[in-house]
Antibody
Framework: QVHLQESGPGLVKPSQTLSLTCTVS??????????WSWIRQTPGKGLEWIGY???????YYNPSLKSRVTVSLDTSNNQFSLKLSSVTAADTAVYYC???????????WGQGALVTVSS | QPLLTQSSSASASLGSSVKLTCTLS???????IAWHQQQPGKAPRFLMK???????NKGSGVPDRFSGSSSGADRYLTISYLQSEDEADYYC?????????FGGGTKLTVL
């Protein structure tokens, strides 16, 4: 069973860039069967899909966040990463990395990482 | 883009059954969805993929008590023989042109 684990700073200052990494174990991010995704959860807006990346580097982003988001792959370490620029308090959330089956939905989730945006 | 509508809360007694609903917006009644369970303080967990015909595929380890069905734009998650650990938030998800969206979630209380 694949395992995903988020890591990164839990506190980011307003206007700075939020950076998180997801380490995947018991599965290869080089497999063409899956996409590798970031999703966040806030009390006010529920679950919000941020974007995902395919093994060949193709990326797909939520149009509402596209101008601020970058998702990248590090196949040598079996990791993928999220960068969200120009953050505000509204970006405070629990950030999940997840695996998306190429045929349909997300089918495995990391445990989540709380990121707070505050000075 | 499809929208997903879920009731904010539901309740049912221990040992009984409950049917949760996720409704697709007009023009999107044929879309496939997924159901996810989020127990308190935990990450979401994939339960099943469910299409418009009512055919579903469950995730690894999902108990037989969980089943899916469909009628028109409505997608249902039925939980039989409710247990205390079924008390959780339940979210539906769908996708369109490489964009994913989630319903607002239903908070299930087991009485």
């Amino acid at each position: 069973q694949v395992h995903l684990q988020e890591s990164g700073p839990g506190l980011v200052k307003p206007s700075q860039t939020l950076s998180l990494t997801c380490t995947v174990s018991r599965g290869s991010i080089g497999s063409g069967d899956y996409y590798w995704s970031w999703i966040r959860q806030t009390p006010g807006k529920g679950l919000e899909w941020i974007g995902y990346i395919y093994y060949n580097g193709n990326t797909y982003y939520n149009p509402s966040l596209k101008s601020r988001v970058t998702v990248s792959l590090d196949t040598s370490n079996n990791q993928f990463s999220l960068k969200l620029s120009s953050v505000t308090a509204a970006d405070t959330a629990v950030y999940y990395c997840a695996r998306k089956n190429s045929a349909y939905s997300h089918d495995s989730w990391g445990q989540g990482a709380l990121v707070t945006v505050s000075s | 883009q499809p929208l997903l509508t879920q009731s904010s809360s539901a309740s049912a007694s221990l040992g009984s059954s409950v049917k949760l609903t996720c409704t697709l917006s007009s023009g999107h009644s044929h879309y496939i969805i997924a159901w996810h369970q989020q127990q308190p303080g935990k990450a979401p967990r994939f339960l099943m993929k469910l299409d418009g015909s009512g055919s579903y595929n469950k995730g690894s380890g999902v108990p037989d008590r969980f089943s899916g069905s469909s009628s028109g734009a409505d997608r249902y998650l039925t939980i039989s023989y409710l247990q205390s650990e079924d008390e959780a938030d339940y979210y539906c998800e769908t996708w369109d042109n490489d964009t994913h969206m989630f319903g607002g979630g239903t908070k299930l209380t087991v009485l």
